[in-house]
């Protein structure tokens, strides 16, 4: 089995990442993701907070079922990355907090 990853190095821009929130439905996300897969697109999902990384990993497996009647099978590559948060400390500039990182690899 060859793995083909979709994304080299992390993505470096806003608009390079899919966001997930806690409230993200699962099965649009899980769309978005198989017509990226064959788009030959790369696919990061962002997720920050308990509940959006719940919603992006359940998004991928249900991914893995759109795309796997094609000859694909997904899997997963972690990683954290800091983002601004919304909250200022004390000199105007935005806090730092912890993303989660998925890209989605096409094996």
Known sequence: MTTIPLAGPPPNT???Y?????G???QSLAS???HAVYGSKK??????GAGA?????KAVAIARG????????????????NVDGKDRDANGAAQQISAVTLQVVVA
């Not at 899919?18 to 806690?22: F, I, N, Q, R």
């Not at 696919?43 to 920050?48: K, N, S």
């Open 14 to 16: 806003e608009e390079d």
């Open 18 to 22: 899919l966001k997930v929130g806690a």
């Open 24 to 26: 993200t439905n699962p």
């Open 32 to 34: 978005a993701i198989a």
């Open 43 to 48: 696919v990061v999902l962002r997720a920050v």
């Open 53 to 57: 990384v719940n919603q992006a990993v």
């Open 66 to 81: 759109y795309v796997a009647p094609h000859g694909y099978d997904l899997t997963m590559r972690p990683g954290f990355q």
